[in-house]
């Protein structure tokens, strides 16, 4: 690389203030430092193995089967139940008490007494409880238009039609998947210091991966059993037609006070990508079979551009103006090539000039995709320990804090709060549903239960407090008197040493869009594809082509995220 | 039952908040309780114990009148809470070697994460003492001396707060917490306060995400 001579600057990391836009980090996309794609190139490069020790399901499709993975350490057992839900039953709300499958990662391998505990417990979801020998707690329904037209088809010794698979992508969508000790599951403090679970939500993507194979055996399984019942025999459902479901998932507001309640491991997330992106930025030379990588991967990447799809308006506007930014993409990679010095670092300062964000962000992640030996190892800054950032540092002074609240709330302090507009949203948590919502604090009387979910308005009222203190005065000071700016307090002092902890936008204002939120999320999980339903909620396929457990040794287990190239 | 240390944590910050702490104290009560019940010792209970004593009061009552000369709340009682959250606050007076002392503290052990926090900002352990009881704490690791009676007391006349501290026999924490039916209720009952209510008008307005996707 010293043999390119060149004088520029080395790129600086993005600016918060411009990656931490809302409407930024809601045109995220899917990376090498996803979390579906941490596990599954853990998983091969370790040789797991998987079996399946128990499968118990009758011909009405109610049973229990157990799905292991066995890593170089430690075993996982996907503990599943199938369950006969009357479709009146089938709701993907939070409030639901039936699924049609409800499913447990257990710490191990499970003994006929801890199945018998589970089966007592697991399909009562919030209703039941478990122990620290859970690591999480899911249910699944059925996409009731695909599943029976699988079956029938299987059982009728057809294979189902492509295209409705195409259309619908999953047979069984989760409706919440648990962790972290919820429902008296293991913290994860408990496992987190296992090499397998320091990414975050491994345990998570893990047990969703288990499921999507349980869910494909379940839909062979009912249809060899209607098969038998009519005396023929069922088709076994081709690896291709398989491999191209996943497993849905609804993801509504629950989720979307996530990333304002993890502050520091949210900086780690997007701060773990923006140094990927930095690096790449850095490199003075493309090297061919770079570039070759890239260029194959771009093209599959831009077909899985044509098969995404959504009704909502604010989507669709923007796959509109992506489909444009692939096309412009193309023609620049068709005029200059990548052979140029800094090649990437041209690439990205070019999109940033003529690309929508949706277009720059889906650039960004591609372009970490040849460079795997010089990022991945940023998958093991993902994690948080919130511990040492937690205390108030009281001795920081008044005079300090000032300035670090407009450097990192400037937008806020230049925003009217009187403005009714600016705060006519307020996040709470409902009696009825004991979830978070978003409700509107002119017209419900919901304020005095609003959450701490306002950190711009909150950093604002924070410096109109402390106008009057002298400035040489500890913070510790001013806390004693005001405990109601503790909150506020610590969360500038976290995004004063986690750079990107927080979103530089106004999360109450009538034009929050919470998907924006819940993509940003989702495509650090990996998801692509995203489908926003409304404002309020996303639908999204996790693991669509995705290798299962036992095509794993033998498929990619990186790069199944884009759509294979069709011959000729 | 045994709980998750993340739900005792989840529940402890609704039940704080509920029982008219700000957001920021809360946070605080959470984790703390957290940690106590992460050592063992009854997190829950002291907290629905605190939470029940000063239900609702104004915190000013029960906070340090100054943080000069030994620490006196108000209202002649004083919350281990806010306290504790000062000390915190104060732990570089510790480490130029100022002993914090404080009157009068109700539910004193709840003060000891505070110490926790404080120890692992200055890089070296943090005694917590009062009569029959003294803590040792680097943050990770808690030593307690003293009978359990004086331990959990739930008043002290006199805390003094001091680092570096000696830590004799430190106790890794374990990850498990039992927890006290009746204490976890209450706190349920603090926390229910959070909740709002669900109006007719609050379904009419969509607060919800309204996931229905029987496709």
């Given at each position: 690389?010293?043999?390119?001579?060149?004088?520029?600057?080395?790129?600086?990391?993005?600016?918060?203030?411009?990656?931490?836009?809302?409407?930024?980090?809601?045109?995220?996309?899917?990376?090498?430092?996803?979390?579906?794609?941490?596990?599954?190139?853990?998983?091969?490069?370790?040789?797991?193995?998987?079996?399946?020790?128990?499968?118990?399901?009758?011909?009405?499709?109610?049973?229990?089967?157990?799905?292991?993975?066995?890593?170089?350490?430690?075993?996982?057992?996907?503990?599943?139940?199938?369950?006969?839900?009357?479709?009146?039953?089938?709701?993907?709300?939070?409030?639901?008490?039936?699924?049609?499958?409800?499913?447990?990662?257990?710490?191990?391998?499970?003994?006929?007494?801890?199945?018998?505990?589970?089966?007592?417990?697991?399909?009562?979801?919030?209703?039941?409880?478990?122990?620290?020998?859970?690591?999480?707690?899911?249910?699944?329904?059925?996409?009731?238009?695909?599943?029976?037209?699988?079956?029938?088809?299987?059982?009728?010794?057809?294979?189902?039609?492509?295209?409705?698979?195409?259309?619908?992508?999953?047979?069984?969508?989760?409706?919440?998947?648990?962790?972290?000790?919820?429902?008296?599951?293991?913290?994860?403090?408990?496992?987190?210091?296992?090499?397998?679970?320091?990414?975050?939500?491994?345990?998570?993507?893990?047990?969703?991966?288990?499921?999507?194979?349980?869910?494909?055996?379940?839909?062979?399984?009912?249809?060899?059993?209607?098969?038998?019942?009519?005396?023929?025999?069922?088709?076994?459902?081709?690896?291709?037609?398989?491999?191209?479901?996943?497993?849905?998932?609804?993801?509504?507001?629950?989720?979307?006070?996530?990333?304002?309640?993890?502050?520091?491991?949210?900086?780690?997330?997007?701060?773990?990508?923006?140094?990927?992106?930095?690096?790449?930025?850095?490199?003075?030379?493309?090297?061919?079979?770079?570039?070759?990588?890239?260029?194959?991967?771009?093209?599959?990447?831009?077909?899985?551009?044509?098969?995404?799809?959504?009704?909502?308006?604010?989507?669709?506007?923007?796959?509109?103006?992506?489909?444009?930014?692939?096309?412009?993409?193309?023609?620049?990679?068709?005029?200059?090539?990548?052979?140029?010095?800094?090649?990437?670092?041209?690439?990205?300062?070019?999109?940033?000039?003529?690309?929508?964000?949706?277009?720059?962000?889906?650039?960004?992640?591609?372009?970490?995709?040849?460079?795997?030996?010089?990022?991945?190892?940023?998958?093991?800054?993902?994690?948080?320990?919130?511990?040492?950032?937690?205390?108030?540092?009281?001795?920081?002074?008044?005079?300090?804090?000032?300035?670090?609240?407009?450097?990192?709330?400037?937008?806020?302090?230049?925003?009217?709060?009187?403005?009714?507009?600016?705060?006519?949203?307020?996040?709470?948590?409902?009696?009825?549903?004991?979830?978070?919502?978003?409700?509107?604090?002119?017209?419900?009387?919901?304020?005095?239960?609003?959450?701490?979910?306002?950190p711009g308005r909150d950093a604002s009222q924070l410096f109109a407090a402390l106008a009057h203190w002298p400035g040489e005065t500890p913070i510790a000071e001013f806390l004693l008197r005001h405990p109601e700016h503790r909150h506020s307090v610590r969360r500038a002092q976290i995004a004063n040493r986690a750079p990107y902890a927080e979103i530089r936008d106004n999360t109450i204002s009538d034009t929050v869009l919470p998907i924006d939120m819940l993509r940003c999320k989702l495509a650090f999980f990996g998801a692509m594809h995203f489908d926003p339903r409304s404002d309020r909620w996303v639908r999204i396929c996790m693991y669509g082509n995705a290798p299962y457990p036992e095509e794993l040794s033998a498929r990619d287990g990186d790069f199944w995220v884009y759509p294979e190239q069709q011959e000729g | 039952m045994s709980h998750s240390l993340n739900e005792i944590e989840a529940m402890s910050k609704r039940a704080a908040r509920g029982a008219g702490l700000a957001w920021g104290l809360a946070e605080e009560a959470a984790k703390g309780t957290r940690w106590l019940s992460a050592f063992s010792f009854p997190g829950v209970e002291l907290l629905a114990g605190l939470l029940t004593l000063n239900d609702r009061l104004p915190a000013v009552d029960f906070s340090p009148a100054t943080l000069e000369g030994c620490w006196k709340a108000p209202a002649g009682r004083m919350s281990s809470l806010i306290a504790g959250a000062a000390m915190s606050d104060c732990a570089m007076r510790m480490a130029a070697g100022q002993e914090i002392e404080m009157e009068n503290l109700c539910f004193p052990l709840l003060a000891v994460p505070f110490a926790g926090g404080a120890a692992l900002r200055l890089g070296q352990p943090v005694s917590v003492s009062w009569q029959g009881a003294q803590f040792a704490t680097d943050g990770q690791r808690l030593c307690a001396q003293g009978d359990r009676k004086a331990l959990l007391s739930d008043r002290a006349r006199r805390v003094i707060c001091a680092a570096p501290a000696e830590m004799q026999g430190p106790v890794a924490p374990v990850q498990r917490a039992e927890v006290s039916v009746q204490a976890w209720a209450q706190l349920a009952e603090f926390a229910r306060r959070t909740y709002a209510p669900a109006t007719e008008s609050s379904r009419l307005l969509g607060a919800g995400a309204d996931l229905d996707d029987n496709e």
């Amino acid at each position: 690389m010293s043999d390119v001579q060149d004088t520029r600057e080395l790129p600086a990391l993005r600016d918060p203030s411009i990656v931490m836009r809302l409407s930024r980090l809601g045109c995220f996309h899917q990376s090498r430092l996803s979390f579906m794609r941490i596990l599954t190139r853990r998983m091969k490069r370790e040789n797991w193995r998987f079996d399946r020790p128990v499968i118990d399901i009758d011909a009405a499709g109610i049973g229990h089967a157990v799905y292991s993975a066995h890593g170089p350490d430690h075993s996982y057992s996907l503990v599943a139940f199938a369950h006969d839900l009357p479709a009146e039953q089938r709701s993907d709300r939070v409030i639901a008490e039936a699924w049609d499958c409800t499913f447990t990662l257990f710490d191990g391998i499970p003994t006929a007494e801890d199945i018998t505990r589970l089966a007592q417990n697991v399909p009562l979801q919030e209703a039941g409880r478990v122990t620290g020998a859970e690591l999480s707690v899911s249910r699944a329904n059925r996409s009731v238009r695909l599943w029976e037209h699988m079956v029938s088809s299987l059982a009728a010794g057809q294979q189902p039609d492509a295209d409705q698979i195409e259309a619908v992508g999953y047979l069984m969508r989760t409706t919440a998947v648990y962790g972290s000790g919820k429902l008296g599951a293991a913290d994860r403090e408990m496992i987190a210091e296992r090499a397998e679970f320091t990414a975050p939500f491994q345990v998570e993507m893990l047990s969703v991966y288990l499921t999507r194979a349980f869910v494909r055996d379940l839909v062979q399984h009912m249809a060899n059993a209607r098969a038998d019942g009519a005396g023929k025999t069922a088709a076994q459902l081709g690896p291709a037609l398989a491999r191209s479901l996943g497993i849905g998932n609804s993801t509504g507001l629950g989720m979307a006070p996530f990333l304002l309640n993890h502050p520091v491991l949210f900086s780690n997330w997007v701060s773990a990508r923006e140094q990927a992106l930095q690096r790449v930025r850095s490199l003075a030379v493309a090297r061919p079979a770079e570039i070759a990588c890239f260029q194959d991967l771009f093209a599959r990447n831009r077909l899985s551009v044509v098969n995404w799809r959504s009704e909502h308006g604010a989507q669709r506007e923007k796959l509109t103006a992506l489909t444009g930014d692939v096309a412009l993409i193309a023609k620049r990679l068709a005029d200059r090539g990548l052979a140029q010095p800094y090649p990437w670092d041209g690439l990205y300062r070019w999109s940033t000039k003529v690309l929508s964000v949706e277009g720059q962000e889906w650039l960004v992640s591609l372009m970490l995709e040849p460079y795997g030996d010089l990022v991945d190892d940023l998958a093991g800054e993902l994690s948080a320990d919130n511990t040492a950032t937690f205390r108030i540092a009281g001795a920081m002074t008044v005079a300090r804090l000032r300035e670090v609240l407009q450097q990192i709330y400037g937008w806020a302090l230049d925003t009217d709060w009187k403005l009714p507009a600016n705060t006519a949203r307020a996040w709470y948590v409902s009696e009825e549903k004991l979830e978070p919502r978003l409700g509107q604090r002119f017209e419900e009387p919901i304020e005095q239960y609003e959450q701490p979910l306002a950190p711009g308005r909150d950093a604002s009222q924070l410096f109109a407090a402390l106008a009057h203190w002298p400035g040489e005065t500890p913070i510790a000071e001013f806390l004693l008197r005001h405990p109601e700016h503790r909150h506020s307090v610590r969360r500038a002092q976290i995004a004063n040493r986690a750079p990107y902890a927080e979103i530089r936008d106004n999360t109450i204002s009538d034009t929050v869009l919470p998907i924006d939120m819940l993509r940003c999320k989702l495509a650090f999980f990996g998801a692509m594809h995203f489908d926003p339903r409304s404002d309020r909620w996303v639908r999204i396929c996790m693991y669509g082509n995705a290798p299962y457990p036992e095509e794993l040794s033998a498929r990619d287990g990186d790069f199944w995220v884009y759509p294979e190239q069709q011959e000729g | 039952m045994s709980h998750s240390l993340n739900e005792i944590e989840a529940m402890s910050k609704r039940a704080a908040r509920g029982a008219g702490l700000a957001w920021g104290l809360a946070e605080e009560a959470a984790k703390g309780t957290r940690w106590l019940s992460a050592f063992s010792f009854p997190g829950v209970e002291l907290l629905a114990g605190l939470l029940t004593l000063n239900d609702r009061l104004p915190a000013v009552d029960f906070s340090p009148a100054t943080l000069e000369g030994c620490w006196k709340a108000p209202a002649g009682r004083m919350s281990s809470l806010i306290a504790g959250a000062a000390m915190s606050d104060c732990a570089m007076r510790m480490a130029a070697g100022q002993e914090i002392e404080m009157e009068n503290l109700c539910f004193p052990l709840l003060a000891v994460p505070f110490a926790g926090g404080a120890a692992l900002r200055l890089g070296q352990p943090v005694s917590v003492s009062w009569q029959g009881a003294q803590f040792a704490t680097d943050g990770q690791r808690l030593c307690a001396q003293g009978d359990r009676k004086a331990l959990l007391s739930d008043r002290a006349r006199r805390v003094i707060c001091a680092a570096p501290a000696e830590m004799q026999g430190p106790v890794a924490p374990v990850q498990r917490a039992e927890v006290s039916v009746q204490a976890w209720a209450q706190l349920a009952e603090f926390a229910r306060r959070t909740y709002a209510p669900a109006t007719e008008s609050s379904r009419l307005l969509g607060a919800g995400a309204d996931l229905d996707d029987n496709e």
